[in-house]
């Protein structure tokens, strides 16, 4: 797994997450507030979230997964840790601060009919309506979601009885049962909602689910006889015989076959019986536990309208690649040979969707030409830091999408104003790309090397060598749209670059320190500092 997710990164040129979450036009819906989604003028779509760290179970990590994100584990905060579903709050995962351009649009899913992986949909309406909106996964007892009666029952069309019972009861099968749990077991058991009870009989319509089934109880294998209806207790009741494999195979053709009575059992219906003997499913609305049914066809509508390319048919959004993601993590055996092979399908994806887009060449040729341009002096002739280039290309996507003119879902005609949200800058889209040279590791260690430059200018001769500096200044680039710390050690790099106290490939390095000292960076910065004072 940690190869896949070190290509994954490799291939992405930043750090972006991937996360299920929930959709919300605007501020009066009565959806979760995890993600929002917005389409910009052209069509494309962007995501943004509001939830800080990701809510996970860490046992579905794998161990090399978090040795390689030790720092990001170790930092969690934990919740449930007595309970099944004891998870940790990770920040750095899904962090999603300011519009995020979509390409991709996954659900996922922990198991699969044929092998994990991604099933991919061309058509939005199938992948929308019938497909990402069921939201099924195999349901394991570690949320509040009880397993979904016609979703999961949809998948035994072999069964006359089922068929019969779908025909006739589908459509609101949901809406009649119910899982009740016991406050004082905390089991959840088999009930009525009382819905149509005055029209539908529940003894009957369970009978009709049971009848002859097999399944576990106490570790048992049990078969359905019958099953009653305790209306007072809200409870329905199984009563049945207990399959001894054992016995059976012992016993012959005969009188003893003739007299073996099987031992009945009589219990009350709960979740663990009903998934031993249906594979549960689990479905929530739009696929995700986190938004609202109210509005959700009209939510729907809007988004299948933009990705089929809006009106004309040619809006970006029609190039959003759609599809479920199954891990098999529900799989007995699949547990982590599941989640890799997925893995490796999501690369393969991403891949795929990256060699669709012929721009990104052109993209990369703009940044390319910004470095030579604004380091052009600076700079061998023909030579950059690939981790520089990555970068600045990084910089150069998370620009152009501030740069996007946000509309409503539901009126791509009213514009969606995002100024005033914490973190997210908006761009003029006139701007022209203004690159760095300096790294985000290098400017942790410029920072915390130069705190105290002010104390080392008093020590002899830096104040001369400052100055000597300072008459170089004159030939740097002033980088835009950064803050002042950035744009200050952007300078400092420069300057180190121009003595020939740096080169380029300790830019990747991340340890300057090992050829550049204290004094030598204090001299730097008190130098830039300086000029950037006199500018001003």
């Known amino acids: 797994m940690k190869e896949i997710l070190i290509e994954l990164e490799d291939i992405l040129f930043s750090d972006a997450k991937v996360k299920l979450m929930a959709l919300r036009v605007n501020e009066n819906d009565r959806a979760g507030d995890m993600f929002h ?9 962007y995501g943004i979230g509001t939830e800080l760290g990701d809510f996970s179970r860490v046992t579905d990590f794998d161990p090399d997964y978090i040795k390689q994100y030790s720092t990001l584990f170790e930092s969690s905060a934990d919740s449930n840790v007595d309970d099944l579903n004891s998870r940790s709050t990770i920040s750095g995962f899904c962090d999603i601060s300011m519009p995020f351009k979509i390409d991709i649009m ?15 949909y061309a058509n939005p309406e199938n992948f929308i309506l019938y497909r990402e909106s069921h939201g099924e996964r195999k349901e394991k007892a570690t949320s509040q979601d009880g397993p979904n009666f016609l979703r999961t029952l949809l998948r035994y069309t072999a069964d006359k009885n089922i ?79 207990i399959v001894n494999e054992a016995a059976a195979n012992e016993i012959t053709a005969g009188e003893e076959a003739a007299t073996a009575r099987p031992a009945t059992v009589k ?10 003997v249906f594979g549960a499913l689990a479905s929530t609305p739009a696929g995700n536990p986190f938004i609202a049914e109210e509005g959700e066809a009209e939510i729907k509508k809007s988004l299948i309208h933009i990705l089929k390319g809006g009106k004309t048919g040619k809006g970006k959004g029609r190039n959003i690649q759609l599809g479920i993601l199954s891990t098999d993590l529900g799989k007995t055996g699949k547990e982590i040979s599941g989640p890799r092979k997925a893995a490796k399908d999501l690369v393969r994806l991403i891949r795929e969707v990256r060699l669709q887009k012929p721009e990104i060449p052109e993209k990369k040729q703009v940044v390319r030409q910004a470095i030579n341009k604004a380091y052009g002096r600076i700079l061998p002739e023909n030579t950059t830091s690939n981790e520089v280039f990555r970068y600045n290309f990084y910089l150069y ?92 050690n952007n300078l400092i790099t420069q300057l180190l670059l121009l003595r020939g106290l740096l080169a380029v490939k300790d830019l990747a390095k991340g340890r300057i320190t090992e050829k550049v000292n204290r004094e030598t960076i204090a001299a730097a910065k008190w130098a830039v500092i300086q000029k950037i004072t006199k500018k001003n």
Do not use: C
Not at 37 to 45: A, E, M, S, T, Y
Not at 267 to 276: G, K, M, P, Q
């Open 397 to 488: 996507q998370m620009e152009e999408m501030r740069k996007a003119e946000f509309v409503r879902l539901d009126n791509p005609g009213a514009a969606v104003d995002l100024s005033n949200l914490r973190g997210f800058n908006p761009v003029d889209p006139d701007k022209k790309f203004s690159p760095l040279l300096v790294t985000p590791h290098l400017n942790i260690e410029l920072s915390s090397y130069s705190e105290t430059y002010e104390q080392i200018m008093s020590l002899p001769n830096t104040i001369e060598f400052g100055k000597e500096l300072l008459q170089l200044t004159d030939d740097l680039y002033y980088a835009e749209g950064y803050s002042r710390e950035t744009l200050v």
């Open 37 to 45: 989604v917005f389409p910009d003028r052209k069509g494309n779509l």
């Open 163 to 241: 068929v019969e019972l779908i025909s006739q009861h589908g459509n609101y099968l949901d809406d009649i049962l119910d899982w009740i749990k016991d406050p004082e077991s905390g089991t959840d058991y088999l009930g009525s909602s009382y819905k149509m009870i005055d029209k539908i009989d529940p003894d009957r319509l369970v009978n009709q689910i049971f009848n002859n089934k097999t399944g576990i109880h106490k570790g048992k294998k049990v078969n359905v006889r019958s099953i009653s209806f305790d209306i007072i207790k809200n409870r329905f009741s199984v009563q049945g015989v």
């Open 267 to 276: 219990f009350e219906l709960d979740r663990s019986f009903f998934s031993s």
């Open 106 to 120: 996954l659900t996922a899913s922990n198991f699969s009919r044929d092998e994990a992986g991604i099933r991919r």
